[in-house]
Structures are given as C-alpha cells and as structure tokens.
C-alpha cells in the first residue's frame, strides 16, 4: 500500500549546520509530495510542497526535490537556526478527487546554539 | 478567518464514558479531515468530509467513533465508550476543493488531546 518512510530521529545539530531529512515513499499513480512542520504546542503547519516529478518545492530556506527514479522527497538546509527545531513530516497527497494525506512518522530536530 | 479551530484543546475522561470534540474548519473551504496522532507517530487518516457528506471512513474508526458534519460547517467527532488506547491527539483539517486535488494544501488545527484514565 501506500506509505511514507523517514529518517528516524532525534536530529540533534549545532545552529548553521546544514541539514538532511531523508524521506521515501511507495505510491501508486502519481503522489503530490509535502513537507509538514510541528512547533512544540501548535498544529501542523504546510512548509513546502511539490506536485510532480523533478519539482523542487522551497520555503524559509528549506528545499525538497521530488525524485521519482528513487521515490524520494528529501528535505535539506543549509544553514539551521536555533528557531528551526520542531518535528518534521512528510507527507504524500493521494489524488481522486480529494487530497487524503498519509504521513511518515515524523522526524525531531534539536538546534543548539 | 483565523484558521482551523478545535474544541477542547485537552479532555481528561475515565474509562467508559463517551467524549465530543468540535472542529471549525476555515470558512470557504468545503473539504474537512480528521486524523488521529499518538505520540511519536505521524497523524493517521479517519474520515473526509465534501460539505455535508462524509465520503471516506478509515478502518481506524470502529463502530465507537462517529463524525458528522451537519450543515458543511463545523464538525463534531464522537467517541462513546472510551477506551485507554484511545488515548492520542485528534487533529481536524480543511481545505478547499477544485483544480489538482492532490495539490491542494490542508491547514491543520491545533488539535484536541485525549487522554483515557
């Protein structure tokens, strides 16, 4: 069936190191792809989003290249901030007529000054 | 609009008794979702609403959840009989319709958290 996988976490990293969150997924058809981020104590919010293969959705400078050779939607930044740290997740967006999300586990990251 | 609103951001309850939680969807959006998320995992899909009509239900939701949403506004997800493993995050979500479904983004709200003495 359709699933998400993620790197497991915590992520711990020192501010302005770059970082790597690793997602692949299965999916029949043809998936939109997300990256969500949780704030401790807030809801889930959309951070970047690609719709079709070799999209690269960005945002707040974090990327993500939607590669479909290798199912893979990995998030990356260049240089983290202590205000970064939350709980990130990827997400795949099934079509049909609604967009049902179906989520990887999540992933911590911990920024330290 | 202020974004997706959940009721009651927390609800403590014992065993056995029946919880309702209220989710008010961002005001032009027709489509409505409600996952549940335990802790470290990531949310789980239970139903999706197209205004009124509830048209997907998880296998998740035993016969001891009902969603409804009466008039395509606010929606209601009930839990009778509760049970400890009920016990998570119950998130609502909305979004518009229209164009590249698969495309369209979900604004989340904050959630209601249960926990089942």
Same mark, same amino acid.
């Given at each position: ?113 | ?23 008010? $969807? ?5 489509? @409505?979702?409600?996952? &549940?998320?335990?802790? *470290?995992?990531?949310?789980?899909? !239970? ?22 949403? $009466? ?5 209601? @997800?009930?839990?009778? &009989?509760?049970?400890? *493993?009920?016990?998570?995050?119950? !998130? ?26």
């Amino acid at each position: 069936g359709d699933s998400v996988t993620q790197m497991e976490g915590p992520v711990t990293l020192s501010e302005e190191a770059f970082l790597t969150i690793n997602c692949t997924y299965t999916a029949t058809g043809y998936p939109s792809l997300f990256w969500y981020v949780q704030y401790p104590g807030e809801g889930l919010q959309l951070l970047l989003k690609a719709t079709k293969a070799d999209d690269k959705g960005s945002n707040k400078g974090f990327e993500a290249t939607y590669r479909k050779e290798t199912t893979s939607f990995h998030l990356e930044k260049g240089s983290v901030q202590v205000s970064d740290s939350a709980v990130y997740f990827c997400a795949l967006g099934l079509g049909g007529g609604y967009n049902k999300l179906i989520f990887g586990a999540g992933t911590r990251l911990a920024v330290h000054p | 609009d202020t974004g997706v609103s959940q009721d009651p951001r927390h609800k403590i309850t014992k065993r056995g008794q029946n919880v309702t939680f209220r989710c008010d $969807p961002i005001s032009e959006h027709n489509r @409505l979702y409600w996952y &549940r998320q335990t802790l *470290g995992q990531g949310p789980e899909f !239970l139903t999706y609403f197209q205004n009124e009509a509830q048209l997907e239900k998880s296998r998740l939701l035993s016969d001891r959840f009902s969603a409804e949403r $009466p008039k395509g506004s606010f929606s209601t @997800l009930e839990i009778q &009989r509760t049970e400890q *493993g009920d016990s998570a995050m119950y !998130l609502c979500a909305s979004s518009g319709g229209g164009g590249n479904s698969g495309a369209n983004v979900l604004t989340f709200g904050a959630g209601s958290r249960l926990t089942v003495l």
